[in-house]
């Protein structure tokens, strides 16, 4: 391995990885001989409540005992799972991303880019160093710059204007970006193994769900499930667009979206006539949800705090263009606030 860490520690770190699963099987970590452990089914419960509190991983435990925190990270996976509550589940995988990066950039044997290109080829991930692709001011202008294959990139690229291809460089194939955000893409990538792994092992995930006293974790599911989305509001007459249906309907479901459909909704809901706080409610269903942040985001586009410009709702052409609009541009208007006028329109005797 190019990673200066052993196997077994790189388990721990990144229990989610191909690599650490396969290791953990030839060591003899089945799930029948784990469920016959409490210890590790203690350990799974302690890494689902820290997970959902968003508690920093301790790199520390992958010193003393790295193949039984790599066993408790694939059964907590499982118990998030077997709650049945989407939120949860995405709410666990969010913070396991979030620590996964952290490890990227904090662990000096993971450090070297030519570990990170390893980490990315077990997810799939087509990665080079950027100078094994192109030369010069390009290289120059990043540090440590790192070339994703642009079938990759699309994949797990974020849905934002920021990762947009036409604003990156493209080198035979290559797509050139940091250090910073090829670690961003490997953490999209890692929550998408996450959830890969939970549709795979539906079995286990259901011998979990009876072996594990659910009941002990009540108070832990019950702190930090979905609130029910309070949708009552004053609002002018008419229907919302199906651009911005589809991003409520994903917001009551606890998907963690990209920064421009939480701002499109945002705008939008405000000139709806939406209570700021109605909104930082909507969005307490995300799984990264930080009400101190949100509120001071919904506020900044509202006018009320920072440059005091209140910002307008996006064209239906940009909504297409940042991939958020369902229709490809079917619904007759050029801009989503527009939707509900032509609707109260063509209801009109």
Same mark, same amino acid.
């Given at each position: 391995m190019s990673c200066n860490i052993s196997i077994s520690e790189s388990a721990c770190y990144f229990p989610f990885l191909n690599r650490s699963m396969a290791y953990l099987s030839r060591r003899g970590f089945s799930l029948d001989f784990v469920l016959t452990n409490s210890a590790f089914i203690e350990k799974a419960i302690e890494r689902f409540k820290k997970s959902l509190g968003r508690e920093p991983f301790n790199p520390r435990q992958c010193l003393d005992t790295p193949e039984n925190i790599a066993v408790a990270a694939r059964l907590a996976l499982y118990i998030a799972a077997a709650t049945k509550n989407t939120y949860i589940l995405r709410r666990f995988i969010d913070s396991e991303s979030k620590n996964f990066t952290i490890l990227l950039r904090k662990i000096p044997g993971v450090q070297d880019p030519r570990c990170k290109i390893e980490i990315a080829k077990d997810l799939g991930i087509y990665a080079k160093q950027a100078s094994e692709v192109v030369s010069g001011a390009i290289? &120059?202008?990043?540090?440590l710059p790192m070339a994703v294959r642009w079938v990759s990139? +699309?994949?797990y690229a974020p849905q934002d204007p920021y990762w947009a291809m036409i604003n990156r460089p493209v080198i035979k194939g290559w797509v050139i970006l940091p250090m910073e955000d090829f670690e961003r893409l490997l953490e999209e990538a890692y929550e998408e193994r996450m959830l890969q792994i939970v549709r795979e092992n539906e079995l286990a995930v259901g011998r979990i769900a009876t072996a594990v =006293? *659910?009941?002990?974790?009540e108070d832990v599911i019950k702190k930090y499930a979905q609130r $029910?989305?309070?949708l009552s509001y004053q609002q002018t007459e008419g229907k =919302? $667009? $199906?651009? *911005?249906? &589809? #991003?409520i309907t994903a917001l009551k479901n606890g998907e963690n979206l990209p920064h421009t459909a939480r701002f499109a909704i945002t705008t939008y809901l405000i000139k709806r006539g939406w209570d700021l706080e109605q909104i930082v409610e909507l969005f307490r269903s995300s799984p990264d949800f930080n009400e101190k #942040?949100?509120?001071?985001q919904v506020m900044h586009i509202a006018g009320q705090v920072g440059g005091r410009k209140e910002y307008a709702v996006p064209s239906c052409e940009t909504m297409h263009t940042? !991939? +958020?609009c369902p229709t490809n541009l !079917?619904? !007759?208007?050029?801009n989503p606030l527009q939707y509900g006028r032509k609707s109260i329109i063509k209801k009109s005797p």
């Open positions: 290289v &120059a202008v990043y540090n990139y +699309l994949r =006293d *659910m009941t002990q974790l $029910p989305v309070q =919302d $667009p $199906p651009c *911005m249906q &589809a #991003i #942040i949100t509120r001071y940042w !991939g +958020l !079917g619904c !007759g208007v050029k």
